[in-house]
């Protein structure tokens, strides 16, 4: 099946600590997302990539970092710098820009 | 930066009556999205209107396109409980770059 998953599902950090979300896609997208939904929010763009070795910020980056390293793979680290990161986190990709997306079901991130 | 505005935030009507959601945009479009999300779920893509459209329709929902305005309507006839959720307009940001915007969302609730 092709799709794109994000893992794990439910996330707990430790005050001060690093966390990575793993973002995995086998559909062959060069783009792909990272967003942030807070409770009744919609979405914000965290960072974009538009191919591999390639990414960009969006308008939350600050506390977050991202690589592209592999076609398939967008990994997001939520640093120790990002001070609320408490959050539903959405992944996605596609072809290229003006083409439809397609969403991972998300990793839900609560500081503990 | 929200590129999308939707209206109304959130809506609440019986089964069999048809909704309807509006989406406000700032700048010129090349296309418009319409994304759908299930409470705690990723996004799933209904439908793309293209900026030379103005009017695309699939099964139940008919999305309007007035680039004067800068508007795009959802409909959705004949709505069902199964259409609770909260739906997002998306739209490419200005430039060269893939980033795809969303907006707030409006929140649906259709009862028996």
């Known amino acids: 099946d092709g799709g794109i998953t994000q893992s794990p599902k439910y996330l707990f950090r430790k005050e001060g600590q690093n966390v990575t979300l793993s973002c995995e896609q086998n559909?062959?997208?060069?783009?792909m997302y990272w967003y942030r939904q807070d409770p009744g929010q919609g979405l914000r763009l965290i960072y974009y990539s538009q191919i591999v070795n390639d990414f960009q910020k969006g308008d939350i980056a600050e506390g977050y970092s991202v690589s592209r390293e592999k076609k398939e793979s967008f990994p997001l680290t939520v640093t120790s710098a990002q001070k609320n990161p408490t959050a539903f986190y959405l992944c996605?990709?596609?072809?290229?820009?003006?083409?439809?997306?397609?969403f991972g079901q998300g990793t839900r991130l609560t500081v503990v | 930066s929200q590129q999308g505005e939707e209206d109304p935030q959130a809506l609440s009507i019986q089964e069999g009556e048809n909704a309807t959601m509006n989406c406000s945009y700032k700048t010129s479009i090349n296309n418009l999205q319409w994304y759908r999300q299930n409470s705690g779920r990723g996004l799933v893509h209904l439908i793309l209107?293209?900026?030379?459209?103005r009017e695309k329709h699939s099964g139940r929902l008919r999305v309007t396109l007035d680039t004067s305005k800068k508007s795009s309507s959802l409909l959705i006839t004949a709505s069902r409980a199964a259409d609770t959720a909260s739906y997002f307009c998306a739209t490419d940001a200005s430039g060269a770059g893939t980033a795809l915007i969303f907006g707030k969302g409006t929140t649906l609730s259709v009862s028996s």
């Open positions: 209107i293209r900026s030379n459209e």
């Open positions: 559909l062959n997208h060069d783009a």
């Open positions: 996605a990709s596609r072809i290229d820009r003006g083409t439809e997306a397609f």
